[in-house]
């Protein structure tokens, strides 16, 4: 069975609106689309390693956590901040403990994340990792151009 993303619309889709029955065969909403590409902007942001908060501005909202083993994307309930509220139902003004392999997504239903977690792309940061290494997938150019997009960075350069 051919791999369902492939199938997906490019972001932005500009094209001829798409057959109802392709989006029902994936339960592809306007609105999931949407999100997808929502998603996957958020993705496209995560490309260096380290610790960071969001506040809590919309909810309900669901951590979204990226696993190399296994190499998808798993969503649970944010780790809030202070550490007494671990486990506790998040508000607004909230702030959530994220790390380099996690996005915390605002405003979107579970059951509509849930659905569409097959079509958000890989985490920038994987194919830096020990797993892509070991799987031939590992790009050094790639690392090297980013090692030095974050040297520019850390430089004030332009």
Excluded at 36 to 59: A, C, D, H, M, P
Excluded at 99 to 111: K, N, P, R, V
Excluded at 139 to 147: E, T
Aim: charged share 25%.
């Amino acid at each position: 069975m051919p791999d369902p993303r492939d199938f997906l619309p490019p972001t932005p889709w500009d094209g001829p609106p798409l057959p109802e029955v392709f989006l029902r065969a994936f339960e592809l909403t306007p609105e999931r689309i949407a999100l997808v590409q929502i998603i996957n902007n958020e993705i496209r942001k995560r490309t260096s390693y380290g610790e960071r908060f969001e506040t809590i501005t919309k909810l309900p909202c669901h951590q979204l956590i990226w696993s190399n083993a296994s190499t998808a994307w798993y969503i649970r309930s944010p780790r809030l901040y202070p550490s007494y509220r671990l486990g506790g139902v998040p508000i607004l003004g909230d702030q959530v403990y994220l790390d380099a392999d996690e996005i915390i997504i605002q405003g979107a239903l579970e059951s509509d994340i849930r659905a569409v977690l097959r079509w958000f792309e890989p985490l920038p940061l994987y194919i830096f990792s020990t797993e892509a290494k070991l799987r031939g997938i590992f790009d050094p150019l790639g690392w090297l151009k980013a090692a030095f997009e974050r040297w520019r960075e850390e430089e004030g350069e332009e």
